[in-house]
Nanobody, 120 residues
Framework: VQVAESGGGLVQPGGSLRLSCAAS????????MGWYRQAPGKQRELVAT???????DYADSVKGRFTISRDNAKNTVWLQMNSLKPEDTAVYYC???????????????WGQGTQVTVSS
């Protein structure tokens, strides 16, 4: 299973970005998908997750500003980020819980990360 993110970049405070993530490979099923982030010198933290039923959960720091969504048919998840703040600067990672037909087991797969920088 491969996971690939895109959509990061440099944005001014108050601006918006939309991150995309697609899982591919010999996938039988995908359960939860999510976004995590890691700022320099800090531990990786949860940003948002969404189940295959569409139930979403957010970190308190992003509630009301970020929206997670997904397309189950395409094994794709998005993160719409509005009203961005400098403290949102981090590398954002996509996480996918999937059943790999080759491995014949569930596992959590990670993308390589995409940089989001919020600065004037």
């Amino acid at each position: 299973v491969q996971v690939a993110e895109s959509g990061g970049g440099l944005v001014q405070p108050g601006g918006s970005l939309r991150l995309s993530c697609a899982a591919s490979g010999n996938i039988y099923s995908v359960a939860a998908m999510g976004w995590y982030r890691q700022a320099p010198g800090k531990q990786r933290e949860l940003v948002a997750t969404i189940t295959n039923g569409g139930s979403a959960d957010y970190a308190d720091s992003v509630k009301g500003r970020f929206t997670i969504s997904r397309d189950n048919a395409k094994n794709t998840v998005w993160l719409q980020m509005n009203s961005l703040k400098p403290e949102d600067t981090a590398v954002y990672y996509c996480s996918t819980r999937a059943y790999d037909r080759t491995a014949i087991d569930w596992d959590t797969y990670w993308g390589q990360g995409t940089q989001v920088t919020v600065s004037s």
